[in-house]
């Protein structure tokens, strides 16, 4: 099973680096794939290996309406050869993601919060006799997720004084963390910018997934209010950044990430000729919920 992919590490050039004396680079994971977006596909690789040599052919994960995780997943198991099934928190609504997770067939169904809360026992309950059906937790949060996304650092051409991740279950965070002392990058900072409210919580599932944290730290101001929440300064900065760089961010989780960096660079978090990376991991769907508020 291979999914070849080009995640090239691109230099941003803009004013405001230039003036602070640093250098700026985006790893574009959000290049890997339209829909199987950036670490969405590096969280359910390992998944799929071992389901495919489990003989598992399905697969049950779980989402929020606008989830990029259930669309990911819909698309791996159309391309990969598995039945894909997803439970959605809330009613029952329509949106273009859902559309596309259907598109590429995955059935869905839709439960209250209160059920949502119990993923297994909704799990037990519909596919207890099947031994050829794969849990796939919330945001493709757990080991083998960390561990695709560990590759990332294999990968990087060159050595960085940062590396900047946005956090959503600390997943990604935990993956780079791992590959960092993999590789003994002693002189490297993780940066993690959590786009929900108490973001401090990102550390203790990091420790719950065995992630190394001494060289971790976590900026938990940047959450604009908690997941998915706004302000009309992040729909603007966004605009600028798009439109100045031709790469697409989102406000859900990429506008933070990059908002928070520029909001670092100014304050002088940096020294002169230090070199930072910052992780983009893709994200359509988080633009696709919030599209009236570019038109
Ligand atoms: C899901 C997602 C994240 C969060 O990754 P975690 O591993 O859950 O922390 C970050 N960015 C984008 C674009 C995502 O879709």
């Given amino acids: 099973m291979t999914l070849d ?34 670490n969405k596909w590096r969280k359910l690789k390992y998944a799929l290996i071992d389901a495919k040599r489990n003989g598992q052919d399905t697969i049950v994960t779980f989402g929020g309406a606008w989830s990029n995780h259930l669309l990911a997943t819909a698309c791996a198991g159309a391309t990969f050869g598995f039945e894909t099934f997803g439970f959605v928190r809330g009613d029952r609504v329509s949106n273009p993601v859902l559309a596309m997770c259907k598109l590429y067939g995955m059935e869905l169904e839709f439960v209250s ?9 909704l799990f037990l309950q519909r596919f207890e006799h099947s031994n050829k059906t794969l849990f796939i937790d919330e ?18 051409k060159q050595n960085y004084d940062h590396i900047f991740c946005a956090a959503g279950t600390g997943t990604t965070l935990a993956g780079l963390a791992k590959g960092i002392a993999d590789h003994q ?45 706004t302000s009309p300064e992040l729909f603007h900065f ?40 910052i992780l983009h991991t893709g994200g359509l769907t988080g633009f696709l919920g919030m599209y009236e508020q570019f038109v």
């Fill in 185 to 229: 990058l002693d002189g490297t900072l993780l940066h993690g910018i959590p786009v929900l409210k108490g973001g401090e919580f990102i550390e203790e599932e990091m420790k719950n997934l065995n992630a190394p944290i001494s060289q971790l730290i976590l900026h938990t101001a940047y959450h604009f209010g908690g997941y998915a929440k």
């Fill in 139 to 156: 945001g493709g949060y757990g080991p083998q997720g960390m561990k695709g996304c560990s590759e990332i650092i294999a990968e990087l």
């Fill in 113 to 121: 919060r209160t059920e949502y809360k119990h993923k297994e026992n």
């Fill in 238 to 277: 966004i605009q600028e950044f798009v439109s100045k760089t031709g790469i697409m961010i989102e406000p859900v989780y990429t506008g933070k990430l990059f908002y928070a960096l520029q909001d670092l660079v100014q304050k002088d978090t940096f020294l002169a000729d230090e070199k930072i990376l």
């Fill in 5 to 38: 992919f080009y995640s090239p590490e691109q230099e941003l050039f803009l004013p405001l680096f230039k003036e602070k004396q640093i250098r700026v680079f985006v790893k574009r994971d959000d290049l890997i794939h339209p829909f199987i977006s950036g």
